[in-house]
């Protein structure tokens, strides 16, 4: 059986003032795999990596997946692609969904990242713009929506989830167990039945479209036992609650 764990990088909302936006650090079999990247992406890998036996950077990550492109969950990803171009010379290990990543670079990227100037002294304007594409930074692997992808030693299955914009909530295996992540959505038992199977399973809970914290409260005792909380406000204390709240840079082994 293989060692499968999972490091919450970060756990806040987009809003908190306490946590690093929720974000997820994955290993199995000697490799990493990063869900979601905001932004301060190395900072938030120096501290939140900080107490495990091989701190984790940039260059560690095998795949970076994303769920979807609302700024707290993607923000990093330019920093975190030329870091990787200019520092590490090489290019970033892209998943996701088509629906949920599809307009990364056109809306999200390419404002900051397509056009490079670089100072030349021959040249008549003093600089150099060299054009980029999504190819120059992204090896890109799409997710399937319809039946698992393997992504290295993970198999990802991926489901849309009730959310502003296009998102994806995952059930990954690797061997016999199943982490399973809602993404961001508003409650659904449709995709609360979905998870079910999985191993441990990590669910947003906040306030307005999100999950209201009362409605996971509900659910079985069996889907509870297994659920660890994200993204919540910056008021929740583990103390008040049942369910728990996943901690920033606490490794849990599936």
């Known amino acids: 059986m293989s060692r499968f764990s999972v490091v919450p990088l970060g756990v806040g909302d987009a809003f908190s003032t306490r946590y690093y936006s929720s974000c997820l650090l994955l290993e199995a079999k ?12 190395r900072k938030i890998f120096k501290e939140s990596t900080a107490s495990l036996e091989e701190p984790v950077d940039v260059g560690d990550i095998d795949t970076v997946l994303l769920t979807h492109l609302h700024a707290d969950h993607c923000s990093g990803v330019e920093g975190f692609a030329f870091f990787s171009f200019f520092v590490l010379k090489k290019k970033v290990h892209l998943v996701g969904a088509p629906v949920a990543v599809q307009d990364l670079w056109n809306k999200h990227l390419a404002a900051g990242m397509e056009n490079v100037r670089i100072i ?26 319809t039946e698992p992808t393997k992504v290295g030693p993970f198999t990802i299955a991926c489901r849309e989830t009730i959310h502003h914009i296009p998102t994806t909530a995952l059930k990954i295996w690797v061997d016999d167990k199943c982490l399973g992540y809602s993404a961001d959505t508003a409650f659904d038992p449709g995709l609360i039945e979905w998870l079910e199977e999985a191993d441990m399973i990590i669910h947003e809970t906040n306030l307005g479209t999100h999950t209201p914290y009362e409605e996971l409260m509900s659910l079985p005792e069996h889907i509870k036992e297994k659920m660890h909380l994200i993204h919540y406000p910056d008021f929740f204390e583990q103390e008040e609650r049942e369910l728990r709240l996943l901690v920033e840079g606490e490794k849990i082994v599936i």
């Open 30 to 41: 000697g490799t990493k795999m990063l869900i979601d990247c905001p932004h301060p992406i």
């Open 120 to 145: 030349d002294k021959e040249a008549k304007e003093g600089v150099v713009v060299t054009q980029r594409s999504f190819d120059d930074f992204f090896d890109f692997d799409p997710l399937s929506m």
